[in-house]
T-cell receptor, first 112, second 113 residues
């Protein structure tokens, strides 16, 4: 059973702080990793993808991947109230076609 | 780029009727699309993989005769919920695959009375 685990939260941070979201996955053969943001009542929106070990930065977002530890994280710098949402970690497993396995999501609240 | 639309955005129907939901990739061709369902405060549940020109692949526990999927072209997949019942009320979301990422449509909220 391929699994993706996330801390369900809720995670609460003050405006301007760094929010750190974590995700672990079960299959070492995983190749592609994604972070989606989902606002309440809306569909998921892709915000970051990462495929190799290390950091990938895009604006205020940084994704970090450590395949040896089977760990992927998302850092949000200078958090804004508009970042308040549920963040879904998704993993594409080698040999699993294009299907993604999603974690249950971490609910983030950024307090003004 | 990578815009995916769904229609309708919401629908209310009577128990026993069928409802068709369309998913379109607007600015790219998608040989593979996915259909998900999400109940309140729960994560996404993959229902099926829709492949252009071939039969859909359903996840375990999803009734293929109840949730009919047709991927008629490289930009359109449809999901028909047949003989809908109140327990089918949910948020149905499609995604389109453009290697190596999936892009989601805005979702269709189905309420069965």
């Amino acid at each position: 059973q391929k699994e993706v685990e996330q801390n369900s939260g809720p995670l609460s941070v003050p405006e301007g702080a760094i929010a750190s979201l974590n995700c672990t996955y079960s299959d070492r053969g995983s190749q592609s990793f994604f972070w989606y943001r989902q606002y309440s009542g809306k569909s998921p929106e892709l915000i970051m993808s990462i495929y190799s070990n290390g950091d990938k930065e895009d604006g205020r977002f940084t994704a970090q991947l450590n395949k040896a530890s089977q760990y992927v994280s998302l850092l949000i710098r200078d958090s804004q109230p508009s970042d308040s949402a549920t963040y879904l970690c998704a993993v594409n497993y080698k040999g699993g076609s294009e299907k993604l396995v999603f974690g249950k999501g971490t609910k983030l609240t950024v307090n003004p | 780029g990578a815009v995916v639309s769904q229609h309708p955005s919401w629908v209310i129907c009577k128990s026993g009727t069928s409802v068709k939901i369309e998913c379109r990739s607007l600015d790219f061709q998608a040989t593979t699309m996915f259909w998900y369902r999400q109940f309140p405060k729960q994560s996404l549940m993959l229902m099926a993989t829709s492949n252009e020109g071939s039969k859909a692949t359903y996840e375990q526990g999803v009734e293929k005769d109840k949730f009919l999927i047709n991927h008629a072209s490289l930009t359109l997949s449809t999901l028909t919920v047949t003989s809908a019942h109140p327990e089918d009320s949910s948020f149905y979301i499609c995604s389109a695959y453009r290697q190596p990422e999936q892009f989601f449509g805005p979702g269709t909220r189905l309420t069965v009375l």
